[in-house]
Every structure is written in C-alpha cells, then in structure tokens.
C-alpha cells in the first residue's frame, strides 16, 4: 500500500520556466491538497480539492493551477516559476471532511 | 495573522524525560486540535488529536491536554526517546467552516538527547 505518492521529489527550475508536481493517492480518498512548506512559516494550503471535480483555493495560491485529473490524482502546475516559489511542496489526501491527512513524502523544488 | 502559534522554534530534553509542547490558537471556533509529526526527507505523519469536548486525550506515550479557556494544548510525551526527535506540527479545523480549513503552527523541533 504505497499511500500518497508525490514526483518527482527534486526539482531545479529557472525563473520562468514551466513544470507540473503530480500526486496520487491509492487509499480511494475523497479530498486532496496540496501545501508548501517554508522554513520558519509552517504548513500553508495553497489548493484543495474536496472531491472529484472541484478545487478550491487555499492560503497561497497564487501563481499555481492545480487540476483534479481523477479520484486517485490531484496535480500542482506552476505556468512561470518564480524564485518566491523555492519550497518544498507536499500532497495530503483524506476522507472527506476529514482532518486526518496523509501526506507525500514531498517535492523539494528550487527556483533560480 | 497567527492563528495557530507554536512560539518554541525548538525543544531539547533527555532521554527518558518528559517532553512538552506547546500550542495556542486564536480562532475559538476551532473545534478539534490534531498533532503531526515529520521527519527530515518526509511527510508528515498524523499523531494524536483532541476533539473541543474534551480536555484529554491518551494514546501511550503521547497525552494531548487542551485548556479551551486560555485557547492552548499541549503535547506531552512521557518517555522520551531519541526516535522522537522530529519536527512537531499543532493543527487545528473548523468543523462548521469551509473544506480544507486545517490551520499548521509552524512547528517546534524536538531534539530527544541520548
């Protein structure tokens, strides 16, 4: 049971450039999310997706589109990366409504 | 601003002593408080969670104690071990609010000493 799945886990990006994260979930959750973590600054939503088919913005989400592909996948594009965007970057699923995530093991990408 | 602060960036304790974390929000329509636990290179992993109705809650070495009147929880972690040396999140949601409202504290690093 491999839980959430997240790639790539490194990625080097110049300013500008295009790249999507993608993430999927084998534990037939209803929700989807995506975070990025930043030192000092905790967790922060950047979008979510209650089920299949809907997305909504969370905290941080500008200068990412995210697409909810099917039940299992929920990826994070990001159309002209900017050096703001160095972060590392984490998928969570749950049941729906639920507070219990489950998390990637993260997308560490950096922005030059 | 804040709502969910952990205003101890770090934490060092012995093995075999007992950890504390803390926690304070200040949204009091949080209605259940969860504990999350990340290593370096990995997720976070959930850990222990408290709902508003209660003030306590035990899952063996990890005890959540909430104070709804001063708007603060704690993690209690009796023994330490060095395999708890991690970074601990404090979480908490709005059941009555909208989807995808589980607010992180920025995390408190505990660094259990052999």
């Known amino acids: 049971n491999a839980g959430v799945t997240q790639t790539p886990k490194f990625q080097v990006l110049k300013t500008g450039q295009s790249m999507t994260l993608q993430c999927a979930q084998d534990?037939?959750?209803?929700?989807m999310y995506w975070y990025r973590q930043d030192p000092g600054m905790g967790l922060r939503l950047i979008y979510y997706?209650?089920?299949?088919?809907?997305?909504d913005k969370g905290e941080v989400p500008n200068g990412y589109n995210v697409s909810r592909l099917n039940k299992r996948e929920f990826s994070l594009r990001l159309e002209s990366a900017a050096p703001s965007q160095t972060s590392v970057y984490f998928c969570?699923?749950?049941?729906?409504?639920?507070?219990?995530?489950?998390f990637g093991s993260g997308t560490q990408l950096s922005v030059l | 601003d804040q709502q969910v602060k952990q205003n101890s960036p770090s934490l060092s304790v012995q093995e075999g002593r007992i950890s504390i974390l803390n926690c304070d929000y200040t949204?009091?329509?949080?209605?259940?408080f969860l504990w999350y636990k990340k290593y370096p290179a990995e997720g976070p992993t959930f850990l222990i969670s408290i709902s508003s109705i209660k003030d306590k809650n035990e899952d063996g070495r990890f005890t959540v104690f909430l104070n709804k009147s001063a708007k603060h929880l704690s993690l209690h972690i009796v023994p330490s071990q060095p395999g708890d040396s991690a970074v601990y999140f404090c979480?908490?949601?709005?059941?009555?609010?909208?989807?995808?409202?589980?607010?992180f504290g920025k995390g408190t690093k505990l660094s259990v000493k052999p």
């Open positions: 534990m037939n959750h209803n929700s």
């Open positions: 969570a699923s749950s049941v729906a409504g639920g507070e219990k995530l489950f």
């Open positions: 997706s209650a089920s299949e088919g809907t997305t």
């Open positions: 979480a908490a949601v709005n059941y009555g609010g909208s989807q995808g409202n589980l607010i």
């Open positions: 949204n009091s329509m949080f209605d259940y």
